[in-house]
């Protein structure tokens, strides 16, 4: 066997994983590393990426490289690829695999192979990692051709080496042992391993080896610390193999890495988790915060109840707070209800949110406005005032969209102003669709707000009428991962006819989970409000 000091390879191993977390570091480190690496699609295998140490391992030029498969390269055997990936699946990971390799030119070659998966904008990928080990196994194969070659080769190995017999007293020890533990190897040899261990770790290493020695196991790795001759720590990983002669234990030989650097590293990492932890913490419980703020302005369920009876409200944010909103007024005989659609989702709608229902609930309380129409030219007025970025004639961009009509609870009129979401009337089977103006609330032109139009309708009993956002119909999903679309929208609505307003509300939601349950994401925030005459 050969001992070979990896300490730097795993060193810079762990600092690239830490670096892939960001694209900028993803290439700066697959650039620059002194190792060959290569990425693929997991798909169909394809190498979308090498380095240039990949390059000059292999003796390829990048373009002879850039979609072409392993196979079609020829430089790992197919035999070994189902190998490895086998062992892919079963565990998610390959470590230090020992692959023969071969160059462009067909020259033999030794490698340490490794692979992780991870996710790069979207695509699945893994990242195979190779070591050129080729002059590590040349001088394990001379080694046993010559006791001088093994000799020089152990003393210049860059990790500490050493042989113990089966009591554990060191019996060999190689010169790197002072670099590492400031002990000479003259000074150590005889004497038990234990010497260097650290006390609190004696118990374990010990009944760790003994295990291994009572098991016949032939090989063993462990990470523990260790006391240099100042008394300084240091952190090792160790790995042990035992020598015997059939069933009898003749000693065991030793590498020993420095893995100090590593485990600070890991340290630091582990310190920035619980950073960034307490960070996501305190933002998650200050938007829950803000969704109780949020909620007490929405009106409650009594009082749609009281005013509406037979109605229901689909809400479902996208986050734990959305941009969409419902609000609802009775002045005099008349109820007034919307559904608005604020400029994004998450905290940003959701500040928007609270600023549009105050502004509505001021045009009728305080203004005294009972138009649907004259309703949503003051919340145009006030949004632009709030909202105001004027700058060289650039508008505004935060808005809404928004449904709103009044309803005469004596004569059952209907009144409709709209900011690009429609109004829906279902009458016997045939649906009537009132339709918005094609413009934002808050929007300029030629210097003016746009006017909204008012709309009227007699309604008669048994009529249907559905306010709603653009979430539900925008929703991608189904067999093809396709948006719903209004049209889809409409037929679900016509589906439900037969149902009361609280199923319909039930049939509503199943209808959507079902859809979207292809693509999984909730796409935008979902509102559909409904009203039964």
């Given at each position: ?80 690829q189902v190998r490895s990936f086998t062992k892919l699946k079963q565990q998610g990971y390959l470590r230090n695999e020992e692959v023969p390799a071969h160059t ?45 070659k093994y000799r020089k080769l152990i003393e210049e190995a860059g990790d500490v080496l050493y042989t113990s017999d089966a009591n554990g007293n060191f019996t ?362």
């Open positions: 066997s050969m001992y070979h000091d990896i300490s730097g390879r795993l060193k810079a191993e762990e600092t690239e994983r830490a670096l892939l977390q960001s694209r900028e570091g993803w290439i700066k480190l697959f650039n620059a590393s002194p190792t060959g690496m290569i990425m693929a699609d997991i798909e169909k295998g394809r190498l979308i990426e090498v380095n240039e140490s990949f390059l000059s391992i292999f003796k390829y030029k990048r373009n002879e490289t850039i979609g072409f498969t392993a196979d079609e390269l020829g430089f790992v055997s197919t035999e070994t462009k030119e067909g020259k033999r070659i030794d490698t340490l192979f490794s692979v992780e998966l991870f996710e790069m904008e979207g695509q699945q990928c893994f990242l195979c990692i190779f070591h050129d080990i080729s002059e590590i196994k040349e001088m394990e194969r001379k080694l046993v051709e010559s006791e001088n060999y020890i190689n010169q790197r042992v002072t670099n590492l533990t400031g002990y000479s190897s003259e000074e150590l040899l005889g004497k038990h391993f234990s010497i260097l261990i650290a006390p609190e770790w004696q118990e374990k290493v010990k009944n760790t080896y003994l295990e291994q020695f009572k098991n016949k196991t032939h090989e063993t790795v462990m990470e523990f610390l260790i006391h240099t001759k100042t008394g300084k720590e240091k952190w090792v990983e160790q790995i042990v193999i035992m020598q015997r002669t059939k069933d009898v234990v003749n000693g065991f030989q030793c590498i020993v890495h420095d893995i100090t650097e590593r485990k600070k590293a890991n340290l630091l990492l582990a310190e920035q988790k619980k950073i960034i932890e307490l960070k996501n913490k305190n933002i998650l419980d200050s938007i829950n915060y803000a969704k109780r703020i949020q909620d007490t302005i929405f009106p409650p369920d009594e009082l749609i109840r009281e005013l509406l009876p037979q109605s229901f409200v689909l809400f479902k944010p996208k986050d734990v707070i959305g941009g969409d909103f419902y609000w609802l007024e009775k002045f005099d005989n008349k109820v007034f209800i919307a559904a608005v659609d604020c400029t994004g989702h998450g905290v940003p709608g959701a500040l928007l949110s609270i600023i549009g229902y105050n502004l509505l609930s001021k045009s009728i309380n305080e203004r005294g406005q009972t138009r649907p129409s004259d309703i949503l030219n003051d919340l145009s007025n006030g949004v632009n005032k709030t909202l105001r970025k004027n700058i060289d004639n650039y508008a505004v961009k935060d808005t809404m969209d928004i449904a709103l009509c009044s309803i005469d609870l004596n004569t059952n009129m209907l009144e409709f102003a709209g900011a690009h979401n429609s109004l829906y009337v279902i009458r016997k089977s045939e649906l009537i669709e009132i339709p918005a103006d094609r413009f934002p609330i808050g929007i300029i032109l030629d210097g003016e707000l746009r006017k909204f139009t008012n709309h009227k309708m007699q309604l008669e009993k048994g009529d249907t009428i559905y306010l709603f956002s653009d979430g539900y119909p925008d929703q991608f999903g189904g067999p093809e991962g396709k948006k719903l679309k209004y049209n889809g929208f409409k037929k679900i609505l016509l589906s439900i006819q037969d149902f009361g307003v609280y199923d319909q509300k039930k049939l509503l939601d199943q209808t959507f989970e079902e859809w979207k349950r292809a693509s999984e994401d909730q796409t935008d925030d979902i509102l559909i409000m409904g009203v039964k005459v």
